[in-house]
């Protein structure tokens, strides 16, 4: 399933040359999961806090082919 979330990036996601820090990226993808969580009708929210179900993430990777930056108007 393709999903796409579209989130503006802050100035607080950037370090002092614009550039997006790996941490920070892998933070917008789980709020983009979480998103799409919802959109698709999950209420990942209720499931958590019922204890019977957990959603681990087992594995993330991005690879980058040049810098994430962020753009300034």
């Keep these: 399933m393709a999903y796409s979330y579209h989130r503006t ?3 607080a996601d950037t370090d002092a040359a614009g550039v997006v820090y790996f941490a920070t990226l892998l933070h917008i993808c789980h709020e983009a999961y979480e998103t799409c969580l919802t959109t698709v009708g999950i209420d990942w929210q ?3 806090s019922a204890g019977t179900v957990a959603i681990p993430i087992v594995h993330a990777e991005i690879d980058f082919f040049s810098p994430s930056v962020g753009a300034i108007a």
């Design 46 to 48: 209720a499931m958590l």
């Design 9 to 11: 990036i802050h100035l």
